[in-house]
């Protein structure tokens, strides 16, 4: 891939195969971004693997935390989450993956502890 890497998924789901995902990567290509992944699987005798990608055109980069999207990690964002967790505003994607703090694919009040530990002690 050419590109600048903008960075590592690590632990994230990308394809719904019983398999064990390695050397993921996300890549830009001009207006694009590539989503790449190698599924490891065994015969019995020997591990295989399948390299896998995807291509959004639609993705936004998003930095953990940062649910407002202003370039910083504060008090603002945990007030988005918590509106986000009483149901008085909806999340688009990108805010609910920022405001997803444990990776636990929803928006609860643990994501509010790690978010509020992040900010008062970094």
């Known amino acids: ?9 690590q632990g994230e789901v990308l394809c719904d195969a019983g398999f064990k995902q390695k050397k993921v990567q996300i890549v830009t290509a001009g207006e694009n971004y ?3 992944w190698q ?6 005798k020997t591990e295989l693997s399948d390299i896998y990608f995807t291509v959004l ?3 936004v ?3 953990l935390g940062d649910i407002n999207g202003d370039g910083s990690v504060n008090v603002l964002d945990v007030l988005r989450l ?5 149901g008085t505003d ?17 928006l609860n009040v643990m994501d ?11």
């Open 1 to 9: 891939f050419e590109g600048e890497i903008l960075g590592l998924a």
């Open 34 to 36: 590539i989503f790449s």
């Open 39 to 44: 599924d490891m699987r065994s015969s019995g």
């Open 57 to 59: 055109s639609n993705f």
């Open 61 to 63: 980069p998003f930095e």
């Open 82 to 86: 918590v509106a986000f967790i009483l």
């Open 90 to 106: 909806e999340p688009t994607s990108t805010e609910f993956l920022a405001g997803d703090w444990n990776g636990d694919g929803n």
């Open 112 to 122: 509010v502890l790690g978010l509020v530990n992040f900010i008062l002690n970094g």
